[in-house]
């Protein structure tokens, strides 16, 4: 069954420091987007993405984040200059995107565990 | 923004225990979603709901619509200890379908 595949699983950067965090989306779907998941807290909204552009995206988006589909295949998520409180869980997601709005579901990637030291 | 409260926010049951769990919403969702996370992974989808009232099941799992389309209860029957997780209700909005999620409820079962 296709999945979504993130790399890496974990990743551990010094504050200030860039990172990008990668993601195989399911390979015929039309939408993808970033999720962030704070250590016990719910899961938060950061950005969607549809034809080569941002769709929509959170108040937590700000500047320090840029996404990029660099090819066919991948999508990235690059944070310029990483704080401690960017210390999450960052998950990508995948949606077919040919059916009505609100029909189809968004498929997640196992997460990266970013820690910022 | 849309918020969705979940309860309970934990759970701590014996197996074979049937479980309830509800999400309420501020606004109206046109679609309920209800995901299931492990430790260490991604939230899984278990249940879809895409009409108000609506009743589906899934195995052991149950979940409903509620008619308002401001609510919606998940269900666990015969509960297992390979349940043990974090539940979360979701609903998508917005251009991009972006997803909200509620807080969460963690279920333990004790075998």
């Known amino acids: 069954e296709p999945e979504v595949t993130q790399t890496p699983s974990h990743q551990v950067t010094q504050m200030g420091q860039e990172v990008i965090l990668r993601c195989v989306p399911i390979s015929n779907h039309l939408y993808f987007y970033w999720y962030r998941q704070i250590l016990g807290q719910k899961v938060e909204f950061l950005v969607s993405?549809?034809?080569?552009?941002?769709?929509?995206k959170s108040e937590i988006f700000d500047d320090q984040f840029s996404v990029e589909r660099p090819d066919g295949s991948n999508f990235t998520l690059k944070i310029r200059s990483t704080k401690l409180e960017d210390s999450a869980m960052y998950f990508c997601?995948?949606?077919?995107?040919?059916?009505?709005?609100?029909?189809?579901?968004?498929?997640f990637g196992p997460g990266t565990r970013l820690t910022v030291l | 923004g849309q918020q969705l409260n979940q309860s309970p926010q934990s759970m701590f049951i014996q197996e074979g225990e049937d479980v309830s769990m509800n999400c309420t919403s501020s606004s109206i969702f046109n679609t309920w979603l209800w995901y299931k996370q492990e430790p260490g992974e991604g939230p899984v989808l278990l249940i879809a709901?895409?009409?108000?009232?609506e009743l589906t099941s899934n195995g052991r799992l149950t979940a409903q619509f509620g008619i308002t389309r401001k609510d919606s209860f998940l269900n666990i029957s015969a509960s297992i200890p390979s349940d043990v997780g974090i539940y979360f209700c979701?609903?998508?909005?917005?251009?991009?379908?972006?997803?909200?999620f509620g807080g969460g409820t963690r279920l333990m079962v004790k075998p």
């Open positions: 997601a995948s949606r077919w995107g040919r059916a009505p709005p609100g029909t189809d579901t968004q498929y």
């Open positions: 709901l895409y009409k108000a009232g």
């Open positions: 993405f549809y034809n080569n552009e941002i769709s929509e």
């Open positions: 979701a609903g998508p909005g917005g251009a991009g379908n972006m997803l909200t």
